[in-house]
């Protein structure tokens, strides 16, 4: 079956995007929270690969590489510069070898390479910048000769560095995909406002500019709707699975205010104690059908996002997907389903359960 690139498919259709791989990571036991460097790609190859496989069989479209957070500063932060460059390339190559086996008779996946946020960025050092400069260009180097379809640009908190890092991208040939995470103050932390940082994206050439991490659909689709209206190019969406509010529009200072006993040592619930604040899955599906109505095409979840949130997304516009083969069957419940086999008596007892 022919494979088709990108944007390619963004014109007819909506294109699923798995990522957040940190927090799933993390999860299954491969990653430390809060350092968060994906070493799993050297370490652990089998348990990476796996995870793309899952993501894969709830509907991902493409395989990202799990390279967030593998940049040259954070390999520096914990003294492991030399593995950069094999780490890079070993989380491209286990990429591609999922995006290359969707199964028989499906369409491949496509391959994305991934840049972010490299928490370095200093609006008035040059220096500095030249440095993120460089740091993009070699990760983007590394997807080019890996073979990816295209590279995703993400978590940017300054405007100036989404442009460089859409600069870096743009200079490979390949399609550009930019997302940006404004912090709490919801605007941009050079300045720019959240439309006005996605309407120059698009003027500099991006193919797909829009959203991810840091907020959930609460916090996000306000935003989405106003980019909506600003740009014409593709856009997309990534919330986080959790339930941001208006005052506290990010997971880094989200309160537990759900009867927690044991708050976190670190005395914030990022990033390991958000469990009692996620959405549930109907509010990712919810989110998914409004965000395509609005126009956007490229969806996803991003940190905190199982595979079965990629599914609902999946679901919610219509899709039948490998893992929809185990949807709820509430209808077979012992207790709660309708099967004609569940005895009336266990059936009745229901509401006291
Ligand atoms: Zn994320």
Not at 13 to 26: K, M, S
Request: proline share 5%; aromatic share 8%.
């Amino acid at each position: 079956m022919k494979k088709r690139g990108l944007i390619e498919r963004l014109e007819h259709e909506p294109v699923i995007c798995a990522e957040g791989f940190l927090f799933e990571a993390e999860r299954r036991g491969y990653l430390a929270s809060g350092e968060f460097v994906p070493e799993l790609a050297l370490e652990n190859p089998e348990a990476l690969k796996n995870i793309h496989i899952d993501f894969q069989h709830a509907g991902s479209d493409v395989v990202e590489a799990f390279t967030y957070n593998g940049h040259r500063e954070k390999m520096r932060v914990i003294g492991k510069e030399d593995l950069l460059e094999p780490l890079n390339r070993a989380a491209l190559r286990i990429a591609k070898e999922v995006a290359d086996n969707p199964g028989t008779e499906k369409e491949k996946n496509l391959l994305a390479g991934n840049i972010s946020n490299t928490n370095i960025w200093d609006t008035k050092d040059k220096v500095k910048q030249n440095e993120v400069r460089s740091m993009f260009a070699e990760m983007v180097g590394w997807s080019v000769d890996e073979g990816a379809d295209f590279v995703v640009g993400k978590t940017f908190y300054y405007a100036e560095e989404a442009y460089t890092a859409l600069d870096e991208i743009k200079k490979s040939g390949l399609p550009a995909v930019l997302t940006i995470s404004p912090m709490g103050e919801n605007i941009m932390r050079d300045g720019v406002s959240v439309v006005d940082t996605c309407k120059e994206l698009e003027q500099r050439g991006a193919d797909v500019v829009g959203m991810n991490c840091f907020r959930g659909p609460n916090t996000m689709f306000p935003y989405l709707e106003k980019i909506r209206k600003a740009v014409k190019c593709h856009m997309a969406a990534l919330p986080i699975p959790f339930r941001t509010t208006e005052k506290q529009p990010t997971f880094f200072n989200l309160n537990d205010t759900n009867g927690c006993t044991c708050p976190s040592p670190h005395g914030r619930t990022f990033p390991t104690a958000l469990d009692p604040l996620y959405c549930n899955r109907y509010e990712i599906a919810d989110f998914a059908k409004k965000a395509h109505a609005l126009g956007i095409n490229y969806l996803g979840v991003c940190c905190g996002a199982a595979p079965m949130h990629i599914r609902e997304v999946a679901e919610a516009i219509g899709r039948e997907v490998p893992a929809s083969r185990y949807r709820e069957k509430m209808s077979n419940h012992f207790m709660y389903g309708t099967n004609e086999r569940i005895p009336q008596h266990i059936r009745d007892y229901g509401d006291k359960a």
